[in-house]
């Protein structure tokens, strides 16, 4: 590597200490973008566009206060990173979870520059949240907790400024009470919130976008690497709201469904999932051991879906989840294809291992995209007073997440006609927000 992603590294490490998957982050972007930089865009050094996007635009951090069912004050801490704007109003998740932090947040809000870029449509990139455990908690404290984040969060957003959505223990009904907040005390019915319900300005298709454009994505890449999904055996983890739509749409594309997991452990099914047995795992609510009790499945308490053979894993859960261990594992066992529905499942020794060999590897930030895009459809319906059929949104879904493949093989392919599905989305994603940046002069 060069002198200048040494000393690039080492900035970013000097300025954002105890941030171990912001650095992650940075590091592997940047192991992409300097070599492009130092041979196609040299001006860019001097500009110092790199330094710039990895210094959030705006960082936002507040107290939550709310009370729980027992008369209990609780105190949480809420956040925004506001981290780009070059290509449109910030754009990104919430997530509540206990491990939210500003290194994670950072972390997602940079990975969302490169997706949101990737998909072509007018979107900068945030991402925001609290360190508050979702789970166990009732309705009412759900709440309580949402009108009093968006108490605070409902100053830093609007419909052009930033536009949050779900992640990690944000759904429909999260999205639901937040929007509440917000229009009562802004008294505007606005699109500043997507992941709506399609009753209530929601675009149809938004909870099922980023399970299917996984899915869009990997039967591309598997076409253009002369094969299909067909009869293929896919190990996904998590039980949630992506894990759950890509397999169903793997499902639908012919594949069998062999896993579905949570923090706790994995159900390994070999006969496969179906519709109905998915559903069955939604109505267990984390008590993934029940399945047994009704379908003839393996529970393994405390065990990853990597162990088990496959030809395709689909990493749904979230951040670092699967190791260099799991990743030689995969090899082993015939794996053919990595494609991660979460945010960095992978660890970058993982990563380095898949590269390394010839299985196919597509980054979260590009075979997620599928989400985001359809948000940015969701907001381009609210600005018109519009809601699009399902099928056209997802025919324009489709057409994003084939158009994010093509990108990344037109940057990754190499002289040989190996295709750096990384490379290629991080050079891809990159190069349309340094335009718009460079453009915009010195902010
Ligand atoms: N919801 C969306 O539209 C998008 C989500 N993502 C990413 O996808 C991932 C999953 O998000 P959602 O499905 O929306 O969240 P969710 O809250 O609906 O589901 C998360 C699932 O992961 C499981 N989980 C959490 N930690 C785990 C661990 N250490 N090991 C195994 N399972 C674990 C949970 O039990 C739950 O089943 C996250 O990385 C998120 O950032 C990315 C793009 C868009
Ligand atoms: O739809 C959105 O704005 C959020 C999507 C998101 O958080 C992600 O792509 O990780």
């Known amino acids: 590597m060069s002198e200048y992603f040494q000393s690039f590294i080492d900035y970013v490490a000097a300025r954002n200490p105890n941030q171990?998957?912001?650095?992650?982050?940075?590091?592997?972007v940047s192991?992409?973008?300097?070599?492009?930089?130092?041979?196609?865009?040299?001006?860019?050094?001097?500009?110092?566009?790199?330094?710039?996007?990895?210094?959030?635009?705006?960082?936002?951090?507040?107290?939550?206060?709310?009370?729980?069912?027992?008369?209990?004050?609780?105190?949480?801490?809420?956040?925004?990173?506001?981290?780009?704007?070059?290509?449109?109003?910030?754009k990104g998740g919430l997530r509540f979870a206990p491990t939210v932090n500003l290194s994670v947040l950072k972390f997602l809000a940079f990975e969302q520059i490169f997706k949101n870029s990737l998909t072509g449509l007018p979107l900068g990139a945030g991402k925001g949240g609290a360190d508050f455990n979702p789970k166990g908690r009732s309705d009412n404290e759900i709440m309580r907790f949402c009108q009093s984040f968006?108490?605070?969060?409902?100053?830093?957003?609007?419909?052009?400024?930033?536009?949050?959505?779900?992640?990690?223990?944000?759904?429909?009904?999260?999205?639901?009470?937040?929007f509440g907040q917000y229009k009562r005390l802004q008294n505007n019915f606005t699109g500043v919130l997507t992941g709506k319900g399609p009753a209530w300005g929601g675009s149809f298709m938004r909870p099922e976008a980023t399970g299917f454009g996984l899915l869009y994505f990997v039967e591309r890449m598997l076409y253009e690497?002369?094969?299909?999904?067909?009869?293929?055996?896919?190990?996904?983890?998590?039980?949630?709201?992506?894990?759950?739509?890509?397999?169903?749409?793997?499902?639908?594309?012919?594949?069998?469904?062999?896993?579905?997991?949570?923090?706790?452990?994995?159900?390994?099914?070999e006969?496969?999932?179906?519709?109905?047995?998915?559903?069955?795992?939604?109505?267990?609510?984390?008590?993934?051991?029940?399945?047994?009790?009704?379908?003839?499945?393996?529970?393994?308490?405390?065990?990853?879906?990597?162990?088990?053979?496959?030809?395709?894993?689909?990493p749904c859960a979230t951040e670092n989840e699967l190791n260099e261990q799991d990743a030689e594992l995969?090899?082993?066992?015939?794996?053919?294809?990595?494609?991660?529905?979460?945010n960095m499942p992978c660890t970058a020794e993982a990563v380095e291992a898949v590269l390394r060999s010839d299985m196919l590897y597509a980054p979260g930030k590009a075979a997620n995209a599928g989400g985001v895009a359809v948000s940015g459809?969701?907001?381009?319906?609210?600005?018109?007073?519009?809601?699009?059929?399902?099928?056209?949104?997802?025919?324009?879904?489709?057409?994003?997440?084939?158009?994010?493949?093509?990108?990344?093989v037109h940057y990754g392919k190499n002289k040989h006609g190996k295709i750096n599905y990384l490379k290629g989305a991080n050079i891809g994603g990159f190069i349309k927000v340094a335009e718009a940046m460079k453009s915009q002069g010195l902010v």
């Open 377 to 408: 459809l969701e907001m381009s319906q609210n600005r018109l007073g519009q809601q699009w059929p399902a099928d056209a949104v997802d025919n324009q879904l489709k057409k994003i997440m084939h158009d994010i493949h093509d990108t990344c």
């Open 31 to 90: 192991s992409d973008v300097i070599p492009y930089i130092n041979e196609h865009a040299p001006e860019l050094i001097n500009l110092k566009l790199l330094e710039r996007m990895v210094e959030p635009e705006r960082t936002i951090s507040f107290r939550v206060v709310w009370l729980d069912d027992n008369q209990q004050v609780q105190i949480n801490r809420g956040y925004r990173v506001q981290m780009n704007s070059a290509l449109g109003p910030y």
């Open 271 to 314: 006969s496969g999932f179906t519709l109905e047995k998915l559903d069955y795992v939604n109505s267990l609510n984390r008590n993934l051991e029940a399945y047994t009790a009704r379908y003839a499945g393996e529970y393994h308490a405390g065990k990853k879906p990597w162990q088990f053979t496959c030809d395709i894993a689909l």
């Open 330 to 342: 995969l090899l082993k066992n015939g794996c053919i294809c990595i494609a991660e529905g979460a």
């Open 150 to 178: 968006m108490t605070e969060l409902y100053r830093h957003i609007g419909s052009d400024t930033d536009v949050p959505a779900g992640d990690i223990g944000v759904g429909q009904r999260e999205i639901g009470y937040l």
């Open 225 to 269: 690497n002369g094969d299909s999904l067909k009869g293929k055996k896919v190990a996904i983890s998590g039980a949630g709201n992506v894990a759950y739509y890509a397999a169903l749409k793997a499902i639908a594309l012919g594949a069998k469904v062999v896993t579905i997991s949570n923090s706790n452990g994995t159900i390994y099914d």
């Open 20 to 28: 171990a998957e912001f650095i992650q982050a940075v590091k592997e």
